[in-house]
């Protein structure tokens, strides 16, 4: 619902299934960084269908909560691999690490960006 309202106020192209999954993941909620990293490495590919719509592209992926960023990070090296020229990652919600203080959100954003 969010990549569909983002494309139409932008006047893009909505292609929800260009990514699809290869394998199923299991749950990600209690593994850390990495770990969430090597269980949903390969676990995405471009849909055949699309796969002529990627290279050169400047491709928006939408996330409805941003975590660790194991899995848009597996999504775009997909897209790039297909040619994309850009990935822009937009996220309606963050996951901050346990233990951040306020005055350290600014740093961690600035990090991520």
Do not use: H
């Amino acid at each position: 619902m969010i990549a569909r309202i983002l494309a139409k106020d932008a006047g893009q192209t909505l292609i929800p299934d260009l990514l699809v999954r290869k394998r199923r993941t299991q749950a990600l909620g209690k593994y850390s960084a990495r770990e969430r990293a090597k269980i949903v490495s390969g676990a995405f590919a471009i849909s055949p269908r699309y796969a002529d719509r990627v290279r050169g592209k400047n491709i928006a992926l939408v996330d409805d909560v941003y975590t660790t960023g194991a899995t848009t990070d597996a999504c775009v090296k997909i897209l790039k691999k297909a040619g994309a020229n850009s990935v822009t990652i937009f996220c309606w919600a963050r996951v901050l690490p346990m233990g951040l203080e306020r005055s350290d959100l600014a740093s961690a954003l600035a990090a991520d960006a």
